[in-house]
């Protein structure tokens, strides 16, 4: 019997990024890192140097969350800004107490970084295969993540 060698695939130029994508990736990366760097720039301690929850956004000059001053019950992004700022400075305990989903959604954005440099400037995605997939299948975990965390939030406020 005849001995079949198995077919390699060998990337092809049309498996590379266009310049519009690996631009997009890089220009994703940059904003990002900006949000990092106003994260770090705000300070997540009240004044008697105590842990916020949440509320660290009013220091860009932005209302209090309109869904809690009426109902005295977090929103489900409640936390996040504050959950950044802890999490830029690696103080994940408080950044999960603000906020365990924008929590993680932190560290998935310190991650995509470097990710989306690298797959710009290598011309193809890091580890997957397609980033279109990838980007609903992560959108509908930290979706239902927020939504878990917030229906847990409400249960309890509800349950007292």
Known sequence: MPEVEPEVMYPVESDRLSVLVRTVLILIALGLASVFGIAAWLNPYDENGLPRRQETHRQLGLPPCTFYERTGIPCPSCGFTTSFAFTVRMNLWNAMHANSAGTL??????AFIPWGAVS??????LFIASLETTAINCLIVFVTLMLVR???IVGLAVWK
Do not use: D, S, V
Request: hydrophobic share 60%; proline share 0%.
């Open 105 to 110: 959604l932190a560290l998935f954005c310190l």
């Open 120 to 125: 710009a400037l290598r011309g193809r995605y």
């Open 150 to 152: 917030w229906g847990i």
